[in-house]
């Protein structure tokens, strides 16, 4: 059993959004777009650990629009694939022939009501007076915001709870003798605390004061020692410690915490649950605090792997992203006041893209599912030239939280349907290239065509003549084809990088390269592109901020534009 799908409609960010889920579940977006409130919807229906008073609406939770004050809520979650005894047992006919039931939420703004309702389909929902299903179907969930010690001593003292409850006969019967022999240890170990010299010096002060205090206190005193500690209560104390090198150490800091906080949430988690009965969700957020990049990485495979039941994670890391395709992302977005979820949230038109990268799974580095906007171009050469020219003309990528990426030879229409997929906006700059057909005498406009399919508009057709980008450049191709997508950010090159940065920055870059001419300077940079990029961008980058309103810089400015 899986959640399929959550529609949210005038609940806190979200007016109208639809969700969809895969299973494992990354959620992504910027700050305050409503990835908590969106879990926390998930948590009104499923959280056990909610209670009845915690899941009335409070005014805070009515969606506030441009037309006003929502005065309904309404939270919908469609299960799929539902096949458990148990859980068919407790839905009755809950659960139509194709494995699915639907949950229901509802709340009133006018008298801050709510009601809850089930049912196989949205025809045929009832309303329930209860949350009966959570002794089979509930939602585990830990929160961003976690004073990881205090959570670390709840969730060991939860662990142990649990584990002794489900100790065996001979076991238990085991610990039981064993804890009358603690409690005799703890006992001879009283009185060895009360023979430290510093400890009886201590109590005899404190014994002292105390009779000053009052007559009836003449014949009673009092002493620093354990013998007020329960043998429960001493297991129930007892701290997490750590070990290396069979050396005790002091547990680690913050990052280490956290992972020893996860690691005893799901140890509870794996003992609570009935496996064979019970439907458990999981829900993360942020579980990359306060740790490094690799440990983040395995930390998110960590918790997909081995947690057995469907995950959601929602997180800002790269790192956590690269473990999760595409089509299990989801990206959340603000449109009109309202937030929504990019194709609505795990989408089979990106898992059809994605499914064309083949192997090369990591192709789309996880940065860009964060970012405001992205700019695409051919390669290493142009990711080092657009960058310097960001900075050199006034462009802050990293504060506007744009990013450059280079498809380094795979299709850019892969990129595209990605890009576009998950909302976010883009911008393309491809090279000028004209290739003659194997076989045939014609030559096909490879880089302008490269142009006009981003833009879904109709291709050329080949030449019959052999041409040059030169030739299209000189004969109207290349600016026909630039007044059609350019309004739509998608760049063509006169010819390539290196020729139109050396025409647009001539004697700058002859100069500079220490050449007799511009042909000689092009040929040069030509040759070993990113490589003779690097130093030259050294030597003219003062120079670059004159080319502000030249076709190098307009895609740049396009993207700012887009992102506004």
Not at 156 to 177: C, F, M, P
Not at 325 to 340: A, E, G, Q, W
Not at 352 to 376: C, D, H, Q, T
Request: charged share 25%.
């Amino acid at each position: 059993m899986e959640i399929s799908s959550l529609h949210l409609k005038g609940f806190r960010n979200f007016n109208d959004a639809l969700i969809n889920f895969n299973s494992s579940t990354l959620i992504i977006g910027s700050n305050d777009i409503g990835k908590s409130n969106m879990l926390h919807s998930l948590r009104i229906l499923l959280d056990k650990s909610l209670s009845e008073a915690d899941i009335e609406p409070s005014e805070l939770d009515f969606h506030i629009g441009l037309d006003g004050t929502s005065q309904y809520v309404e939270i919908t979650i469609t299960f799929k694939d539902v096949k458990e005894d148990a859980v068919l047992s407790i839905l009755k006919g809950n659960v139509n022939d194709n494995g699915e039931t639907i949950f229901r939420y509802t709340a009133n703004k006018s008298d801050l009501s709510y009601k809850l309702w089930v049912g196989q389909s949205l025809e045929d929902l009832q309303e329930v007076t209860s949350r009966f299903y959570l002794k089979y179907i509930n939602l585990k969930y830990i929160q961003s915001q976690r004073d990881l010690n205090r959570v670390i001593a709840k969730e060991k003292k939860q662990l142990l709870r649990i584990a002794q409850q489900v100790l065996n006969e001979n076991d238990s019967q085991e610990d039981e003798t064993l804890l009358t022999e603690i409690s005799t240890d703890l006992a001879k170990l009283n009185r060895k605390v009360a023979k430290l010299n510093y400890v009886k010096s201590a109590t005899d002060d404190i014994n002292s004061e105390l009779k000053k205090l009052a007559y009836h206190n003449s014949n009673y005193s009092v002493q620093l020692d354990t013998g007020a500690i329960e043998v429960n209560d001493f297991i129930d104390k007892l701290q997490l410690g750590a070990s290396t090198g069979g050396e005790s150490v002091m547990l680690g800091g913050d990052g280490r915490n956290n992972q020893i906080l996860l690691a005893l949430w799901k140890a509870k988690s794996i003992i609570e649950q009935d496996i064979d009965h019970e439907v458990v969700f999981y829900v993360v957020e942020e579980p990359e605090a306060h740790l490094h990049p690799h440990q983040q990485r395995k930390l998110a495979t960590y918790l997909i792997e081995e947690l057995p039941g469907q995950t959601i994670i929602s997180s800002h890391s790269p790192q956590i992203a690269t473990n999760f395709t595409p089509d299990s992302i989801v990206r959340l977005l603000s449109f009109k006041n309202s937030t929504l979820a990019a194709s609505n949230g795990c989408s089979q038109c990106i898992a059809e893209s994605w499914k064309s990268m083949s192997y090369r799974m990591s192709i789309l580095p996880a940065e860009a599912f964060f970012s405001n906007g992205v700019f695409l171009v051919e390669g290493p050469s142009e990711m080092l030239f657009y960058h310097e020219l960001a900075k050199q003309i006034g462009i802050n990528l990293d504060f506007k939280n744009l990013s450059i990426l280079s498809v380094d030879g795979i299709s850019f229409s892969v990129y595209v349907q990605i890009l576009n997929a998950l909302n976010i906006p883009w911008v393309m700059r491809t090279d000028n290239d004209i290739n003659k057909i194997k076989g045939k005498s014609q030559w096909q406009f490879a880089g302008a065509n490269r142009c006009l399919s981003a833009a879904n508009l109709s291709k050329l057709k080949h030449s019959d003549i052999k041409l040059s980008p030169t030739d299209a450049f000189n004969n109207g191709t290349w600016r026909i084809v630039s007044d059609a997508v350019n309004c739509k950010g998608i760049y063509l090159s006169k010819v390539d990088l290196e020729t139109d940065l050396v025409t647009e920055l001539p004697e700058s870059i002859v100069k500079a390269l220490g050449k007799s001419d511009t042909n000689g300077a092009i040929k040069y940079l030509q040759g070993k592109k990113a490589l003779r990029m690097h130093p030259l961008l050294k030597k003219i980058d003062n120079d670059l901020a004159s080319i502000t309103s030249g076709d190098l810089a307009r895609p740049l400015h396009k993207l700012v534009e887009m992102v506004r």
